[in-house]
């Protein structure tokens, strides 16, 4: 059972990113993205960690995609790609880096052959475990997490409002 | 059947290699920006991975610091993408180029 959702998540997720990085209109990619965050979220809860599925579902697809599409349209019509390449031969290049690359950890997980999982402790990944260790161990970064929110926020307001008008 | 640790971190690696690939071909500054997050999906897929391998809860709260950023990040680069589209009327990387030596 594991096996199958796994396989259909995997599909769904690398098609997902041939289509990010092979679709001519922005919107295509965009929407493929939504289909890796999409199968990435599935293979989060068949981890065990159901909090972090939500929040991809919520943070990612909700938000992120959705912010990605705006800009998209705002910035509409003009925002295709000339074809020709300006460093010859990146294209090819690109790729054989990437291979090359996917070459070496391929290499690494075959030395190490990873055991099988064991079963996920009661409770794991539960809002409620996340959560505790967010406001237990972890909650100064938590708390510095909200104050790189908030830069966030004043930071896209000063950089995206049109020059020459006063906030 | 279960399915092995490695089969999750092998999917994270070509999925961060798509990404990869991503950056270094398209031009468009948009799209850079989606592989780029693709990436880093695939390394949260990876941390989520060894979280539950090891049984422990740090690779999760890692991976929700991990989103925090990548929202901020994109909020910011794409008030910067709108920004150079506002003056230079491209969102093309190669016409980009005044800091070129």
Redesign the interface.
Same mark, same amino acid.
């Given at each position: 059972m594991?096996?199958i959702i796994?396989v259909a998540a995997?599909i769904g997720?690398?098609a997902g990113?041939?289509g990010?990085?092979a679709s001519r209109p922005?919107v295509r990619? #965009?929407l493929s %993205?939504l289909l890796?965050?999409g199968s *990435?979220a599935v293979?989060?809860l /068949?981890?065990?960690?159901q909090?972090?599925a939500a929040?991809?579902v919520i943070?990612?697809a909700g938000?992120?995609v959705v912010?990605?599409l705006f800009?998209?349209m705002?910035?509409h019509a003009?925002?295709g790609?000339?074809r020709a390449e300006?460093l010859r031969g990146?294209?090819t290049?690109?790729?054989l880096?990437? #291979?090359g690359? %996917?070459g070496v950890?391929?290499a690494v *997980?075959r030395s190490r052959?990873? /055991?099988?999982?064991?079963a996920?402790?009661e409770g794991?990944?539960t809002a409620q475990?996340?959560g505790r260790?967010?406001f237990t161990a972890?909650v100064l970064?938590f708390e510095l997490?909200s104050v790189?929110?908030l830069?966030?926020?004043m930071?896209?307001v000063v950089?995206?409002r049109?020059?020459g008008t006063r906030p | 059947?279960?399915?092995?640790?490695?089969?999750?971190?092998?999917?994270s690696?070509?999925?961060?290699?798509?990404?990869?690939?991503?950056v270094?071909?398209?031009?468009?500054a948009?799209?850079v920006?989606?592989?780029v997050?693709?990436m880093l999906?695939s390394v949260?897929?990876s941390f989520?991975?060894f979280?539950?391998?090891l049984?422990a809860?740090?690779g999760?709260?890692s991976?929700?610091?991990v989103?925090?950023?990548?929202?901020?990040?994109?909020?910011?680069g794409?008030?910067?993408?709108?920004?150079i589209?506002?003056?230079r009327?491209?969102?093309?990387i190669?016409d980009v180029d005044l800091l070129r030596g």
């Open positions: 594991e096996l796994f995997a997720a690398l990113g041939v990010v990085i922005p990619s #965009a %993205l890796v965050l *990435l293979l989060y /068949a981890l065990a960690a909090f972090i929040l991809q943070i990612y938000a992120i912010l990605f800009v998209i705002l910035l003009r925002t790609e000339a300006k990146q294209r290049a690109a790729v880096l990437a #291979a690359f %996917l950890i391929v *997980l052959p990873g /055991a099988a999982l064991e996920a402790p794991f990944g475990a996340v260790a967010l972890y970064p997490a790189v929110l830069i966030g926020i930071a896209a950089i995206g049109p020059s | 059947m279960t399915v092995p640790v490695g089969a999750y971190l092998a999917l690696a070509a999925l961060f290699a798509l990404g990869f690939t991503g270094l071909v398209r031009r468009n948009l799209v920006f989606m592989s997050e693709l999906n949260n897929l989520i991975a979280a539950r391998q049984g809860i740090e999760q709260v991976v929700f610091f989103m925090v950023i990548a929202a901020v990040e994109v909020v910011v794409l008030a910067i993408i709108i920004a589209f506002r003056t009327d491209t969102v093309d190669d």
